[in-house]
């Protein structure tokens, strides 16, 4: 399979990618966040309305939720943690339910897919902390640490995407915009972008033996797949801040909100 067709998917994966990363970091509807930075629920409005957007406010400050008070007192190892642990944990539990059938989640690709598309929306996290906003840099980290490709640095790689790839990345746009579950959609949409590059799928930082071993067995596997996908996990991020900070000539740019 050749870089421009790996780099045309890869370049759609991230259309779908970004827009829900900006979702969790950057937008604030209600204003709860925004309410993290001033003593909530001491002075102004005592309504029910005020008292229990405050107490959301509190939650999501001691979560340490992007845009949040505490979050701006967090440093680069801090947040990419946060991803790693809180966003990559939730889904991977979606990446580990195959297993729940044990060796017959084998025969299909399901997991490898998403495990994938799930290193995959954390490594364009750790990059956007990084400061690295630029699709054509974050298409060349996916390609380094999941596909082993190494894309030449400085010439675009807007690749066109193949005809199935390019259509999910228009309805995963959709689909984004109109759900509340913003990330398991982003991941759904992503795994049926990347079908398109199934040979690339054993590249990735994969789980260790003894836990590929024990997802054979039924329902055990599921658990197993769960501990195995997120030290995988942990080991992609890993690789995507060497890549990056290999390629940095100055220190990280610290993203706001």
Not at 112 to 121: E, K, P, S
Not at 221 to 234: H, I, K, N, T
């Amino acid at each position: 399979m050749g870089d421009q067709r790996v780099a045309g998917v890869l370049r759609a994966a991230v259309r779908v990618i970004d827009p829900m990363l900006e979702l969790l970091a950057d937008r604030d509807p209600l204003g709860i966040k925004r309410r993290t930075f001033t003593d909530a629920g001491t002075g102004g409005s005592t309504g029910s309305v005020d008292t229990a957007l405050n107490a959301v406010a509190k939650v999501f400050d001691a979560a340490d939720t992007p845009g949040t008070k505490s979050w701006e007192s967090m440093t680069v190892d801090q947040r990419v943690n946060w991803w790693v642990r809180r966003v990559g944990g939730i889904s991977t539990v979606a990446v580990a339910f195959p297993g729940i059938f044990g060796v017959l989640a084998r025969r299909l690709p399901l997991g490898d897919v998403l495990g994938f598309a799930n290193q995959a929306i954390v490594l364009v996290a750790v990059a956007r902390e990084y400061g690295i906003d630029d699709r054509d840099e974050q298409v060349r980290l996916l390609a380094s640490v999941l596909c082993n490709r190494e894309l030449p640095v400085g010439a675009s790689v807007d690749a066109p995407a193949p005809q199935e790839a390019a259509e999910e990345e228009q309805r995963g746009s959709q689909r984004l915009s109109r759900s509340p579950f913003a990330l398991l959609s982003t991941l759904w949409s992503v795994t049926k972008i990347l079908r398109a590059v199934t040979d690339e799928l054993d590249k990735r930082p994969r789980s260790r033996t003894v836990y590929r071993w024990l997802g054979n067995l039924p329902v055990v596997g599921a658990v197993a797949g769960y501990f195995g996908e997120r030290g995988a996990l942990v080991r992609a991020a890993k690789s995507g801040r060497t890549w990056i900070e290999r390629r940095s000539t100055s220190a990280p740019v610290v993203r706001k909100g």
